[in-house]
């Protein structure tokens, strides 16, 4: 039997200024920010898939381990949403392992044609961490909120 929701990592990167990296969506016509996030492959750790998604979705490389919430953090898609399926699968949601890493580069390593087949994101912007709720779609929005505060003592 199929887990209704997906694996899924969550990356929260943070500067040495004390912000965060924020991601506008590439297949959306306006700015749809959000953290990156993937799924999580059956022989990798969590650890493993966020810097492989990182690195897939963004170029980021340079970057260390700062902190892991214990448990995951779910959300339900939308009714009416396409982004159910995965692989074939059809999904209610996702189940999310979220990571907070500290990127230790410069910002010229950011490359979003990294994986030009699957080009995530469009633009990226530095911000303080609690501006990300207020930029996340409705139906994530819980769990940006218990992410922030889970990892804002840490950024």
Known sequence: MTDLYR?????????????????A????????????????E????????AKRELREE??????ELVSMLKNPLTYDFPQNSHAKIYSGVAYKG???????????????????????????????????IDEAPKRIVEFKKEVYYKVVESFSPLV
């Open 7 to 23: 694996k899924n990592v969550g990356i929260v990167v943070c500067n040495s200024k004390h912000k965060v990296l924020m991601c």
């Open 25 to 40: 969506r590439a297949d959306k016509a306006d700015f749809q920010w959000q953290f990156p996030q993937g799924g999580i």
């Open 42 to 49: 059956t022989e990798e750790d969590v650890v493993r898939a």
């Open 58 to 63: 963004t170029g980021l490389i340079s970057v």
């Open 94 to 128: 996702q189940r999310q392992w979220w990571v907070l890493f500290r990127f230790v580069g410069q910002d010229s390593e950011i490359n979003f044609q990294t994986n030009p087949d699957e080009i995530e994101f469009k633009a990226f912007e530095w911000v303080d």
